[in-house]
């Protein structure tokens, strides 16, 4: 067993699940408690190992528990698996945790820091406002199709045939449908707006971070290129 004492957390939005184990191996306890009970009790706590899996809030937790002194150890849900005994409750998930934590070859999530999470995020919704676009211009030219109106692939395609077929002179679509796809093609543009802002909010936070500065040396990484190798 590890030489120091591991406080396992189970994490969840309302209820934590908090198991501590002293440096025998003994549970002193394994109980539910609010996230503001367990930061009073990482604060109050002596450095110790804080052990977790690597799942939603891993990264804000591991920060509050370093922000202490205390060691942390995230885990893929996966490795811990298989040292959770009897049924999945969220007890024996924190006790799990907190054995899985002490194996030797188990490999760890590294922590992110607040400005390589914020990169993440940024990077994460640039790629769901991009699906979005893609997705809301197929679901537009789908429609159109219904109608026996043919728009072909491309973005400068949509956009020329959607801007006539939704014109008061148009016969291409019923005049009853036309208000709909004027909110569809507001609802495109609006998007297609959204990623662009979050695009440049992107390439200028990647500019201020220097782990990206440096991967931008190498040869043909871009801004986005920097944000997609940052771990």
């Known amino acids: 067993m590890s030489k120091t004492t591991i406080i396992s957390l189970d994490l969840a939005k309302k209820v934590i699940q908090v198991c501590k184990v002293n440096p025998y191996g003994e549970l002193l306890f394994n109980k539910a408690m609010s996230p503001q009970k367990t930061k009073d009790l990482l604060a109050n706590s002596p450095p110790c190992v804080v052990a977790m899996e690597g799942c939603a809030s891993f ?128 609802q495109y543009q609006t998007t297609e707006e959204h990623y662009k802002a979050v695009t440049l909010q992107l390439k200028q936070w990647v500019t201020q971070s220097e782990p990206c500065k440096r991967l931008m040396k190498l040869e043909g990484v871009s801004h986005i290129g920097a944000a997609g190798l940052l771990r």
């Open 59 to 186: 990264h804000y937790w591991a920060r509050v528990a370093q922000s202490f002194g205390h060691e942390v150890k995230g885990m893929a849900p996966k490795k811990v698996k298989p040292y959770i005994s009897n049924q999945k409750t969220d007890a024996n998930d924190a006790i799990g945790i907190a054995i899985a934590s002490t194996q030797l070859g188990m490999t760890f999530c590294q922590v992110k820091d607040l400005s390589q999470q914020n990169i993440q995020t940024i990077q994460i919704n640039r790629k769901w406002f991009d699906r979005t676009i893609t997705s809301l211009g197929n679901h537009i030219r789908a429609l159109c199709f219904e109608y026996g109106a043919i728009i072909t692939l491309g973005k400068k395609s949509l956009r020329q045939a959607i801007i006539h077929f939704i014109s008061p002179e148009s016969t291409d679509l019923p005049e009853q449908i036309k208000p709909l796809f004027m909110i569809l093609w507001q």
